[in-house]
């Protein structure tokens, strides 16, 4: 990579994490270009450069905190015993609806989704139907399940359990707790299935 291309990705990654600063902690609605240029060190024009419109930079903050996310839980679905790789794709899930920046990036859409379409459009964009549509073939695939759309809906709400308490401050659930979580969700999926 040159020195130029190599200053560019820098620009770009102190935009993103300007952004992710400033959506985070003042709102979508009150963030500006100006406030992000400001707090990244850089012209509001060169955010511009980089970013059209306050909406592209949105989504491209959440393309790359999906990017960060420690836990890519669609490589679990990969493993070859299903039940395992389900198990360890909840497991998974669980974790990082419950990281601090999936849990603040909620709490603005709830916040300032009604305001802000545009908001939670690109936060549907970037990873929902993804993850419905890699499910959705896991289930065909695995399990024989055909149209297992309202399957793959019913067993991500349940993944989510836990999701809406700590959104209103209650505590997070431990490892253990999220471990027997997903163990016993994998459990009662598997065990209606296996009922039809």
């Not at 669609?74 to 998974?92: C, K, M, N, S, V």
């Not at 009604?114 to 959705?136: I, N, Q």
């Not at 999701?163 to 431990?174: D, F, S, Y």
Request: hydrophobic content about 45%; charged content about 25%.
């Amino acid at each position: 990579m040159s020195k130029i291309e190599q200053n560019k990705a820098k620009k770009k990654r102190a935009i993103l994490l300007a952004a992710q600063n400033v959506f985070l902690s003042e709102g979508y609605l009150l963030a500006s270009m100006d406030k992000i240029a400001v707090e990244a060190q850089v012209t509001k024009q060169t955010v511009y450069r980089y970013y059209s419109s306050k909406s592209d930079l949105f989504k491209a903050m959440l393309e790359q905190m999906g990017e960060n996310s420690e836990v890519d839980f669609l490589d679990h679905l990969q493993l070859p015993d299903t039940e395992e790789a389900l198990y360890q794709f909840a497991r998974g899930f669980i974790q990082a609806h419950l990281s601090d920046d999936h849990l603040a990036t909620f709490r603005l859409l709830v916040a300032e989704g009604g305001k802000a379409p545009e908001m939670t459009r690109s936060f549907c964009a970037v990873g929902l139907d993804d993850t419905d549509v890699k499910l959705t073939e896991f289930f065909a695939e695995r399990l024989g399940m055909n149209n297992a759309e309202t399957t793959v809906q019913l067993w991500t709400a349940m993944l989510l359990a836990h999701r809406a308490a700590v959104l209103i401050g209650m505590e997070k659930p431990t490892e253990q707790q999220i471990d027997q979580h997903a163990k016993d969700a994998t459990a009662f999926l598997l065990a209606a299935i296996s009922g039809h």
